[in-house]
């Protein structure tokens, strides 16, 4: 421990430092479901799934200083409203690793909040995810892939896919990752993208509720065949984009397949929704495109929008 004498005090005051031992700062992307099949409910409740999940350049920051004192680990948000209590997956994360491996000292999280709640853009998810891979690595990742993913599927569903940094497949009820082809990933990489937030929520458990009472399920044949249009080279045609949640997310807000539709007609743009909603994504090749759907979505969901234009990984 060590005592810094505070200058130009009038009486002398000591202060208790504790040394920075690790520190690291990463982007927690948002992640984006461009196909998204629920097959059914299992015996555990959870739905099982099939998705293309892909990450953007854009995201949460966040930042781990590992301190060599003992102490409370601790977490802090620019966004005031967000809870950094034992709610937040990051400090659940924290948790959990300090229950399997144990920390040095004690761990500082600091985020800067970008991913809106509530879009099915696993903004939260990916923070949790980045904690526990900050830990591991700050550890010298003690920690194999495979007890990585145990604790990421322990944090929620949508985790263990950001352990991955490229394009998956996610199956099981969100457990089971599948790299996809090279190609695809080339394919995918580096795509214009504009990520559209309107600005109202859709909670994640209300969707999968819904869903279930209408029984609104895929077959497995039809999962299997967004999978077989997603292997063949080329931009895959706009049925490709698929996701089973509009059946529920349409008819509750009726701006999303009308804005989805626009943005459809826009040339060589492939619109879709991200996960359980409310989130709009728009994949495009040509930057052109980028000013007609910034115009679309301008215009049906105004000031009240997040609009980012940024890139896949
Ligand atoms: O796993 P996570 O905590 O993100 O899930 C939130 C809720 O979403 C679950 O309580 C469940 O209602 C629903 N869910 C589901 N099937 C999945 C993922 C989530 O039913 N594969």
Redesign the pocket.
């Known amino acids: 421990m060590a005592f810094t004498l505070t200058p130009g005090a009038a009486k002398a005051t000591f202060r208790s430092m504790s040394t920075v031992v690790w520190q690291r700062r990463v982007t927690c992307p948002a992640k984006l479901n461009l196909g998204l099949w629920?097959l059914g409910?299992?015996a555990d409740?959870?739905?099982?799934?099939e998705s293309l999940v892909v990450q953007t350049e854009w995201g949460d920051e966040l930042e781990l200083c590992l301190h060599d004192e003992p102490g409370d680990d601790s977490l802090t948000c620019d966004v005031s409203e967000l809870p950094t209590d034992s709610s937040n997956l990051v400090m659940k994360a924290v948790r959990l690793f300090r229950e399997r491996h144990g920390i040095k000292g004690r761990a500082a999280f600091s985020l800067t909040k970008r991913i809106p709640w509530g879009g099915g853009l696993g903004g939260g998810?990916a923070d949790g995810a980045w904690a526990l891979r900050l830990l591991n690595e700050a550890h010298g990742h003690p920690l194999s892939p495979d007890q990585l993913l145990e604790l990421a599927a322990q944090?929620?569903?949508?985790?263990p896919l950001f352990l991955h940094d490229e394009p998956v497949w996610m199956r099981?009820?969100?457990e089971v990752i599948e790299t996809v082809s090279p190609e695809l990933v080339a394919r995918l990489s580096g795509l214009y993208v504009t990520v559209a937030h309107p600005g109202f929520p859709v909670e994640?458990?209300w969707?999968?509720?819904h869903l279930?009472a209408q029984r609104a399920y895929s077959p497995v044949e039809l999962a299997q065949a967004g999978r077989e249009a997603w292997a063949q080279p080329g931009l895959p045609p706009h049925s490709a984009l698929h996701n089973d949640f509009r059946a529920v997310v349409d008819a509750k807000y009726p701006t999303v397949p009308l804005v989805l539709a626009q943005l459809n007609a826009v040339d060589g743009v492939r619109a879709q929704m991200s996960g359980?909603g409310s989130a709009c994504v728009a994949l495009y090749e040509a930057v052109e495109a980028q000013d007609a759907v910034a115009n679309v979505l301008r215009e049906a969901w105004g000031e009240q929008a997040c609009v980012v234009q940024t890139r896949l990984r």
């Not at 944090?155 to 985790?159: A, C, E, K, Y």
């Open positions: 629920v409910k299992r409740g959870f739905h099982a799934l998810s944090l929620g569903s949508d985790v099981g009820r969100g994640t458990p969707a999968y509720k279930a359980s």
